[in-house]
């Protein structure tokens, strides 16, 4: 397949795993991880960097990925929704989301995980208003939000167990 003089290979790596694609430099990185890289768990709502829907990580940072030309995560390490689970063992932030319906329509849900990921990883003791803090970048339509947080409040406490656990 001949390669279009707007398309450039890159080399990404996508939860752990090297990718390479065939894409023009500026495409946004969303579009390369659904379209190109098939992992449509990142969802897109408003395309204009103020929802939260698309975030993933970039080198540990939480990322609207609908702003980020795709060449510019060349050489970084991207976790994605799909990345957050340890092989068939969910994320504590993703069974908490399912015990406590912290999920409805689902479209808010993949940058909900990843703004909690975050939190949790620096605060695994945090107030309501702290996660409410946390999540203020991430936009839902469907929950009122309590849910969410509770859900959040929840994965703190399977975080903790599980620290206790390894210790
Ligand atoms: S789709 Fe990226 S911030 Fe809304
Ligand atoms: S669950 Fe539908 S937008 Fe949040």
């Known amino acids: 397949m001949s390669e279009s003089p707007a398309q450039s290979y890159l ?3 996508v939860n752990g795993v090297a ?3 065939s894409v023009h430099p500026m495409t946004r990185l969303i579009d390369v991880l659904r379209e190109d890289v098939a992992l449509t768990g990142t969802k897109e709502g ?6 939260g829907a698309c975030s993933v990580f970039i080198d540990g940072v939480v990322v609207n990925s609908c702003l980020v030309p795709v060449a510019q995560v060349v050489g970084t390490e991207n976790v994605t929704v799909e990345g957050l689970a340890d092989g068939d063992t ?4 993703q069974q908490a989301f399912i015990a406590a319906g912290g999920a409805q329509c689902g479209i808010c849900t993949p940058g909900m995980l990843i ?6 990883r620096d605060n695994d003791e945090p107030t309501e208003d702290e996660i409410r803090v946390a999540l203020a970048g991430n936009l839902c339509r469907c929950t009122g939000y309590g849910r969410i947080v509770q859900s959040v409040v929840d994965a703190a406490t399977l975080v903790r167990a599980t620290k206790g656990a390894g210790a």
Request: glycine share 10%.
């Open 11 to 13: 080399r990404l790596s």
């Open 19 to 21: 990718r390479e694609v």
């Open 46 to 51: 408003c395309g204009e960097g103020e929802c």
């Open 90 to 93: 969910l994320h504590p932030v």
């Open 115 to 120: 703004a909690a990921v975050a939190l949790l």
